[in-house]
């Protein structure tokens, strides 16, 4: 499910039109003041990465050294020494390990072989801190250089190509002892790194686990961080900046090959918005799975939100990123809190596929129907500010907003119900009595008569964004199975989680829970408070709409289990949420079972019609349909 927030405000454009001048963020303490620091310098080894030390240890543990020897070896031959030369890039690795094997082996009186230090040293299986990672992005978000200072040293022959294993593009300046010809705590080294990042030394901060290479910056007025583990190192750089220092964009990350977007056009598209930054743009992605990747996007001191169409071959109308930028554009006009929209590229050439780009909202998503994770007096106010969101959607003058088009108008339960119906039969692996059941109960009691609304087609609590402190919904979200339809079957899909037991594999559940105890309001109060936010007499037929939920759910559950199957799903969960079909074929079945409610059209089947029969009317409503498609 999409997760976003509204930051700035800013113009409704379309592809390259309309541009606009958005300022340069500042780096802001939480007291609101700004800060004096521009930039974060940081060491490699020690810092970003594990410390060489430990495979220091590790070498003269195998070699039987006095521990600290190989340091103490190190420090002895000083910047004329194989490491000095190593790292100032005069030596080779093949030529460093020749020569300093030589000189160890000399130093101890024996022959040493110092191939496995060499490999340790490779950082081949070691990974950057993720906390530290998640610093440099967060920082980097908030407006602030970042650099990396490291003494290393070429891996191949012939110098081209250096030891650097991080991602680069986090640091807006790389500075490295082997191609600069010295190393830390020489003064070239931080005169070469702040003239790159245009900044003075008492704009700068600077990290390194090595007091040598701390003194020598503090000589040009950088502030330093000695840092001993990374807790303590981002702690005190918090507290010197007066920012928090986790994700940029919680439930992030970088986005995998597969998601990567073109950078450069992506920067090209910003500046055409009138986005200009020096910095290139801070892209991650969104972890919670989508059908539509969407990203985090920071530039120009502006926190965005990108969501695109995936790569690859698609159905001409999946996946249409233009209808959710049009509704959430409309329902912004009809007071419905949403993000705000910033602009639809439909130019396939800049990321590939279709986008759009609206501004990041900073608040919660309540993933837990149980709200577990906030005091019970709170809990009510949250679920009933559910519902009045709900009846503002349901609301909407659609021809008042431009959305007269949108879907058709009328008979939206029945047209849905055969597409769900065709949907299992194309993808039915046995046989499940309940929703055969469920599909014959449904069908004659369709409603007569729908009102027409939008319906967001996936409406729940965890698709709603609240502010971070009270109860207030900041944005609905997720409107890509979005139409126009029948209002009350949001209404039934967002009171599902009354249905669903706690351990559900979809969602969390409410049921058989105390749901009065724990300060929820029950289903029967959020149906009748819907009505009372929309003047409604009642839901006479509640039950259909319940049911109706179900057997959806069923259906597309069904789906899920047969490409899982089939091989045609890369999900590891698809074949046990799957399995929860006839579940949910037997908890919709159960509630049609015990209701009262009368057909509204002649039973097309006699009661005691078996299901094999059963079976052959929905196979026939299904090639019925189909041959409409």
Not at 128 to 146: D, H, N, V, W
Not at 172 to 199: N, T
Not at 275 to 293: C, I, T, W, Y
Not at 547 to 572: D, E, H, K, N
Request: charged share 25%; proline share 6%; glycine share 8%.
């Amino acid at each position: 499910m999409l997760r976003v927030v509204n930051l700035l405000e800013g113009p409704l454009v379309r592809n390259r039109c309309n541009s606009h001048l958005l300022t340069m963020a500042k780096c802001y303490s939480v007291d609101g003041k700004p800060t004096n620091f521009k930039a974060v310098i940081f060491d490699m080894g020690g810092v970003v990465l594990p410390s060489p030390f430990q495979p220091f240890r590790a070498f003269e543990k195998s070699m039987g050294l006095q521990s600290g020897m190989l340091s103490r070896f190190i420090i002895s031959g000083g910047k004329d020494g194989p490491w000095g030369q190593l790292e100032t890039g005069k030596l080779t690795l093949s030529e460093f390990s020749r020569i300093f094997g030589e000189k160890l082996s000399k130093e101890v009186g024996r022959e040493i072989d110092v191939k496995p230090l060499i490999e340790g040293l490779s950082y081949e299986k070691v990974e950057a801190f993720p906390e530290m990672i998640e610093a440099i992005q967060c920082l980097r978000s908030y407006g602030l250089k970042t650099a990396l200072l490291t003494n290393n040293w070429f891996v191949d022959e012939k110098k081209t190509k250096s030891l650097l294993p991080v991602d680069t593009s986090m640091f807006d300046v790389v500075v490295q002892s082997c191609v600069l010809g010295e190393r830390k705590p020489d003064q070239r080294m931080y005169q070469q790194c702040l003239q790159e990042l245009h900044v003075n030394g008492d704009q700068a901060i600077f990290l390194d686990d090595l007091g040598i290479n701390l003194k020598a910056a503090r000589e040009f007025g950088i502030k330093t961080i000695k840092v001993s583990s990374v807790s303590q190192g981002l702690e005190e750089l918090s507290q010197l900046l007066g920012v928090q220092l986790d994700s940029p964009a919680p439930g992030t990350k970088p986005p995998p090959r597969r998601l990567q977007l073109n950078e450069a056009n992506l920067e090209a598209y910003l500046n055409s918005l009138g986005m200009k930054d020096s910095a290139k743009p801070l892209v991650r992605v969104f972890e919670h799975g989508q059908s539509n990747p969407t990203y985090f996007v920071y530039y120009a001191g502006r926190r965005l939100v990108l969501r695109k169409k995936p790569p690859g071959k698609l159905l001409p109308s999946a996946h249409a990123v233009d209808r959710e930028f049009k509704v959430m554009s409309a329902m912004a006009k009809g007071g419905v809190p949403v993000p705000n929209m910033i602009a639809l590229c439909e130019d396939e050439s800049v990321l590939g596929t279709a986008f759009y780009l609206m501004d990041f909202i900073k608040g919660r998503v309540f993933k837990d129907a149980t709200l577990s994770e906030i005091p019970s007096e709170q809990r009510r106010p949250i679920v009933m500010n559910m519902i009045k969101n709900l009846a503002q959607i349901h609301s909407v003058d659609i021809d008042k907003v431009g959305l007269s088009d949108y879907g058709k108008k009328g008979g939206y339960m029945a047209r849905n119900f055969r597409r769900w119906v065709t949907q299992y039969e194309a993808a039915k692996s046995r046989e499940i009595p309940s929703m055969t059941k469920l599909m014959d109960w449904l069908q004659n009691r369709l409603p007569k008569m729908e009102e027409v609304s939008v319906v967001h087609g996936d409406f729940r609590l965890d698709n709603l964004l609240y502010h971070p402190e009270t109860d207030e919904v900041l944005a609905t979200i997720d409107w890509e199975l979005s139409t126009l339809g029948d209002p009350l079957s949001d209404l039934a899909t967002c009171a599902l989680a009354y249905f669903l037991p706690p351990d559900s594999p979809l969602f969390t559940g409410l049921r058989g829970l105390d749901v009065k105890a724990m300060g929820i309001p029950t289903v029967e109060e959020l149906v009748q408070e819907y009505c009372r936010l929309r003047n409604l007499p009642g839901i006479d037929n509640w039950d259909f709409y319940l049911a109706y939920s179900f057997f959806r759910m069923a259906s597309i559950l069904q789906g899920v289990y047969m490409r899982a199957v089939s091989g045609q799903s890369s999900s590891s969960d698809g074949e046990i949420v799957g399995k929860f079909a006839e579940q949910a074929a037997n908890y919709g079945w159960e509630i049609a079972s015990q209701s009262k409610l009368k057909p509204t059209s002649p039973v097309i089947e006699p009661s005691n019609t078996s299901a094999g029969q059963q079976q052959r009317h929905f196979s026939s409503l299904a090639s019925s349909q189909r041959s409409r498609l």
